[in-house]
């Protein structure tokens, strides 16, 4: 009986507190600008700079690492291309779940390949990962920076807005000091 009546004095107690907000998931502030110019792009360019040839006084000359190392390098750049498509998804960063998405997942699947293509030691299938690595950067910017990339003269335009609920997050981080939730 006296584990009874415990239990319905516990059901008359008010509801506990719900507990507080979960932190954040991820960590956004890095502006696209810093990703691309800091994460993307360095990933991006350790990876071509070991395909292909180029030209100099001294004629043409391979890109094809030639130590350990380089080969090492290259692979990293590959693996920081696939890895950049997901940091391209993530809530508060990703602009729609057309092309946006689209362009981001095949980043992450030619960064994959061109990854493969080293280990294989395949100059050859490097180059073209590179190549087609290089129309997903470019067919991105076409669609969502070109466009709206400052006119000649005038005031520069902005880039399409984010969605609602992205800017929501924003707008109250910004004025809160706080991470978006
Ligand atoms: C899903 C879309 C998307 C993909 C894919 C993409 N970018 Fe970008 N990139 C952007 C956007 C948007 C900006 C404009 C950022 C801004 O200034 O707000 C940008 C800007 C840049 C910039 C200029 C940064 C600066 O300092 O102004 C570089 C460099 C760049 N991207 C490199 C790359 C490379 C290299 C790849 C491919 C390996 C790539 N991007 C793939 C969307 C993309």
């Known amino acids: 009986m006296a584990g009874t009546a415990v239990l319905l004095h516990g059901c008359q107690r008010p509801a506990p507190p719900p507990p507080p907000p979960a932190p954040p998931p991820y960590n956004v502030s890095l502006s696209m600008k810093e990703l691309m110019g800091h994460v993307v792009d360095p990933g991006a360019w350790a990876f ?4 292909g040839t180029v030209t100099t006084e001294t004629g043409e000359q391979s890109l094809t690492p030639t130590t350990e190392q380089g080969w090492e390098t290259a692979e990293s750049g590959a693996a920081q ?3 950049a498509g997901n940091l391209l998804l993530l809530p508060g960063r990703k602009r729609d779940d057309g092309d946006w998405a689209t362009f981001a997942r095949t980043l992450s699947r030619q960064g ?3 990854k493969a293509a080293v280990e294989a030691r395949d100059t050859r299938r490097m180059f ?3 190549a ?3 129309q997903t950067c470019t067919g991105c910017h076409a669609k969502y920076v070109m466009p709206y990339l400052p006119p000649p003269s005038g005031k520069p335009t902005p880039l399409p ?3 609602g609920d992205v800017k929501a997050r924003q707008q109250r981080f910004q004025s809160q000091g706080k ?3």
């Open 132 to 134: 087609a690595i290089y």
């Open 179 to 181: 991470p978006a939730t």
């Open 81 to 83: 291309i696939a890895e």
């Open 112 to 114: 994959l390949e061109a």
């Open 161 to 163: 807005d984010w969605p």
């Open 128 to 130: 073209e990962s590179g």
């Open 48 to 51: 071509w700079r070991a395909s």
